[in-house]
């Protein structure tokens, strides 16, 4: 069972101790996306180029490219490219937001301003297609897990570990009085490429300014974005990622390591 639970986004084993011969009880919530682009890409057009990493130095990465129109909105430091998912039998849409700082190390001013604002996202979303001229956005995939109580005790959630917590509302049963929460473990995985994303505890985004008109705006995501996944019509959910931990493997590189501050799933 340890084994099901803690590998479930990675398909991989688990970390060694989340789940032991003192366990009672393993609450799981999950989130699976998966979703195939409107317009998808051609893969025989995809080709390995740099990418600028945050400390300067440059690594090997498969870049995707389109002749075709995008959605795109140029502002005074950064740039947003929406993807459409094509729709399911629930018709709702969703959509890839890709968030560009203009410079190569713009990642942390991008965030910063995404972070002071709630109704940023809203405002900066592209509303319609524009040419295009160069246009490239990498392939990539992400695995990341992290072990959440010690953040919850900081922000002052601590009853549920302590050996007080009354469990008894969510366990119908007398040994409810004598659990409590001993850890919560969050792993995310997300894969984008030429047909589309699948994400098992979504990705995501974040960044800002004022509108420039521009006729046929470049898209180069060759250094560090933010990206997240939104239903369009009301806001289902969204995380936020600094960027990938690693490209996909390309010919001409083994897997790259990346920075990857944090992963963080919130409803709307």
Same mark, same amino acid.
């Given at each position: ?163 007080? =917590?009354? $469990? ?10 004598? &659990?409590?929460? !001993? /850890?919560? @473990? ?39 974005? =933010?990206? $997240? ?10 995380? &936020?990622?600094? !960027? /990938?931990? @690693? ?22």
């Amino acid at each position: 069972m340890g084994r099901d639970c803690n590998g479930w986004p990675y398909k991989r084993p688990p970390s060694q101790g989340s789940v032991n011969q003192n366990t009672r009880l393993v609450l799981s919530n999950a989130l699976y996306f998966k979703g195939a682009w409107t317009e998808k890409f051609d893969a025989s057009e995809t080709k390995d180029d740099e990418f600028h990493l945050l400390d300067g130095s440059l690594v090997q990465a498969p870049f995707m490219t389109s002749g075709k129109k995008q959605f795109i909105s140029s502002y005074d430091n950064f740039k947003v490219l929406k993807l459409p998912y094509k729709q399911g039998d629930d018709k709702r849409q969703f959509s890839m937001y890709i968030f560009l700082p203009e410079a190569n190390d713009g990642l942390w001013n991008l965030t910063e301003k995404l972070g002071s604002d709630p109704e940023f996202l809203n405002r900066h979303l592209p509303k319609q297609k524009v040419s295009v001229g160069k246009f490239k956005i990498p392939k990539f995939k992400i695995s990341f897990g992290f072990e959440a109580s010690q953040t919850l005790k900081a922000m002052g959630l601590t009853l549920p570990f302590s050996a007080g =917590a009354d $469990l008894t509302e969510m366990v119908d049963s007398p040994v409810g009085r004598d &659990l409590y929460v !001993s /850890s919560i @473990h969050h792993k995310s995985f997300i894969e984008v490429n030429e047909e589309g994303t699948e994400a098992a505890a979504t990705s995501a985004a974040v960044v800002m300014m004022r509108a420039l008109v521009r006729e046929t705006p470049d898209f180069v995501a060759d250094h560090p974005f =933010a990206f $997240l996944i939104r239903e369009d019509m009301t806001g289902l959910f969204y995380s &936020l990622v600094m !960027s /990938s931990t @690693h490209w996909w493997p390309s010919k001409k590189t083994k897997k790259v390591k990346m920075y990857m501050p944090y992963m963080n799933y919130r409803p709307f």
